[in-house]
DNA sequence: CTGAAAGCGCTTACAG
DNA sequence: CTGAAAGCGCTTACAG
């Protein structure tokens, strides 16, 4: 590996003058000097250690991104507006799949603290709180931001309003002239379940239909819930005429049911569900869903992360808009 | 941030002692001094920086990996097989999403560079072909392998026969009594493209069936390219009766124009696709397919780059099996 | 405009 | 079994 000394042999300076060329720092250093000095960089194939620059600086360009799995459709977009962020930025990300063991969360903490990470991106609350709750962000002093509603106050938290937006997709059924509405729950510690199914409850309310709990099933985000779902729904009421799904993977699930049992989408069952993931649009027919913009979450928390480490001052929350999206299934 | 001085001082030994401890070195150290030094770690929450450390033993313990879009479905599970056996081995990822830039592709190697990863692992051999065309891998001496046939004779690299996986798709449909059977193709200039269309080839003949070229559409492994297709193939061929498209995008792009015409799948037309990624189980019919262990190689090719730098003798190329998953496509 | 020297937080011969 | 000291490759006051 050639170093900053090499380079500096090579044209014939000292090792800070190099040093101010490669920092294009303010301190003056004469044209040939820079030319000679920028000549041997390129001739000598020098890059700057950056280990040896962040030990100095205390600063690493590096952020840590927690995310429960990579593999759930939900997340690559996350990831990838984080990182078209953090590469504008100039940082790097690390990035660490927790499938939500809190032994794994905290193994990652300490790697992204002996590796002296920058910042710490998270997304599910609960895994912040759990980091929260040994003080970890106090005792280390790495910036982190929330993507989805924090448990922990302090954290800047970038998410959505899942009340009003699961509202808004069942009002449209409403609007559709549904009444006898299902809906297919997310895991009930979810505290973006416990909003979407507050939404439900109000279009309902506000629309002067009755809550039937019967027709309200726990599903657990997951492709199989849904599927199973359907089958629980038909027995309760073989009349519904709609299903508000708490996600897309449960939609499809449900659709996938229906489908098998010869009932017919939008015709004999209407459905909508939420996150808009990338699958939505290719399932026939096409799912009609709530638009997260989740790759912006990822964008937006990077940003804010990044003024967070540049010191300029950030808001606790960030609600970025829902959309709905209609295709075919409702 | 705490360091190994303060250790040192507050358990009142050298720094030399609490290095020892840390690493857990063969070099003895007495009983109660290690307990001593331990304690003393506890309580002041000490993490040894590593960046010092690997300043020091120039190691970072951190790895590239290059891929083209983490939002292709096909990349999440390669991302967790590394990542998964990263953690294991001790190592954390550096993601880079390229966009098959080459721009991107090059300002991300020279970060790897200058933050000297020990090693970087690619999908896509063009990339690979590319970031070699620099002499990139001799100068850097970072460790590599490359996800796909590898264009650089001198990386070990992790694939799948595609060859005999596609021939064995195609021979599977002809068992099933199809003749007229079209295939929607990769991009020319995919090598791996170029492999599933000789097996379809070399299916065909050894069935003595004639092959007609007018049934070989050009996809782009984009869902449209497929939905695309069909139109085109049914109007030069209103009676073909099965599809064999190179990849499941393409596949369920295919199933969804045909959906849309009152085709059904697989009773008016059979299809079937290649790469098994998740959303090939959640379409309706469920999408039969060639599955491609890509979390396996996710994680062989970072046993492979683990072992390559721990210098254990490794094997050039590695491939791994694929198998025909039948659903209901076909 | 240029450079010598201290220091970032570790590891590792070397000495005892 | 323990420690003083050199060194990894940089940056940054400080001096001139």
New binding site residues.
């Given amino acids: 590996?050639v170093?900053?000394?090499d380079v500096a042999k090579r044209a014939?300076?000292?090792?800070?003058?190099v040093?101010?060329v490669?920092?294009e720092?303010e301190?003056?250093?004469?044209p040939?000097?820079r030319e000679r000095v920028l000549r041997a960089i390129q001739e000598l194939g020098?890059y700057?250690?950056a280990l040896?620059?962040g030990?100095?600086?205390?600063e690493t360009r590096t952020i840590g991104l927690i995310i429960p799995d990579i593999s759930n459709p939900y997340y690559p977009s996350i990831v990838r507006g984080v990182e078209d962020e953090a590469q504008a930025q100039g940082y790097t990300i690390i990035l660490a799949n927790t499938y939500r063991s809190k032994e794994k969360i905290t193994k990652y903490l300490n790697v992204f603290r002996e590796k002296r990470v920058d910042g710490i991106i998270f997304t599910g609350g609960g895994v912040a709180r759990d980091a929260a709750d040994e003080n970890f962000f106090e005792q280390s002093n790495i910036a982190a931001v929330v993507i989805g509603k924090s448990r922990n106050a302090k954290l800047p938290s970038v998410q959505v309003n899942n009340v009003q937006a699961a509202r808004e997709a069942c009002e449209y059924l409403i609007q559709k002239g549904h009444k006898k509405i299902a809906t297919i729950t997310g895991p009930g510690n979810s505290i973006t379940a416990v909003d979407r199914l507050e939404g439900y409850y109000q279009a309902l309310k506000h629309n002067g239909i009755e809550i039937r709990e019967e027709l309200i099933i726990q599903g657990n985000f997951e492709f199989d819930s849904g599927y199973q779902a359907v089958d629980v729904l038909l027995e309760k009421d073989k009349d519904i005429t709609a299903i508000f799904a708490h996600n897309d993977m449960m939609a499809i699930g449900a659709m996938k049911a229906l489908a098998e049992k010869g009932l017919r989408v939008p015709d004999d069952i209407a459905i909508i569900g939420f996150d808009n993931i990338p699958l939505s649009l290719y399932v026939t027919p096409g799912l009609s869903t709530v638009t997260v913009p989740v790759y912006e979450m990822g964008r937006t928390s990077m940003k804010i992360l990044a003024d967070l480490l540049a010191k300029v001052e950030v808001s606790r929350i960030t609600t970025l808009p829902t959309k709905l999206t209609l295709r075919q299934s409702c």
């Fill in positions: 590996m170093t900053i000394k014939n300076v000292s090792i800070t003058t040093s101010r490669i920092n720092t301190h003056s250093v004469s040939e000097t020098f700057p250690n040896a620059r030990l100095h600086r205390n």
